[in-house]
């Protein structure tokens, strides 16, 4: 079975024992998430989609680590003005394993 879930303002096709990256959750290691918007479910070519989501499908996952991305460098110049800035970001991101998505 799988589903597309959306969290964090994005959407992510997920299956049963997959581990995947969303946005930060607030949560610590070892918690169980429950994802309760779902936009579409198969079960073995039974398709449910939701309109805009399903009311009777839920998604548990549990927290595996907090983590950051790769630093991003923004460099920002204009040209012969001596004008120079440097900036660093490192978008903060929760990693999740998939426990069951199952109908409620």
């Known amino acids: 079975?799988?589903?597309?879930?959306?969290?964090?303002?994005?959407?992510?096709?997920?299956?049963?024992?997959?581990?995947?990256?969303?946005?930060?959750?607030?949560?610590?290691?070892?918690?169980?998430?429950?994802?309760d918007v779902l936009l579409f479910a198969d079960e073995e070519g039974k398709i449910e989609t939701g309109n805009p989501v399903l009311e009777n499908v839920k998604c548990?996952?549990?927290?595996?680590?907090?983590?950051?991305?790769?630093?991003i460098v923004v460099f920002k110049y204009k040209a012969k003005k001596n004008v120079r800035k440097k900036k660093g970001h490192r978008q903060p991101y929760t990693r999740v394993k998939i426990v069951s998505i199952k109908k409620a």
């Open 1 to 35: 079975m799988y589903a597309i879930i959306s969290t964090g303002g994005k959407q992510y096709k997920v299956t049963e024992g997959e581990r995947i990256d969303v946005e930060k959750l607030n949560a610590q290691p070892d918690d169980t998430v429950n994802f």
């Open 60 to 71: 548990e996952a549990k927290v595996i680590e907090q983590r950051k991305e790769a630093k």
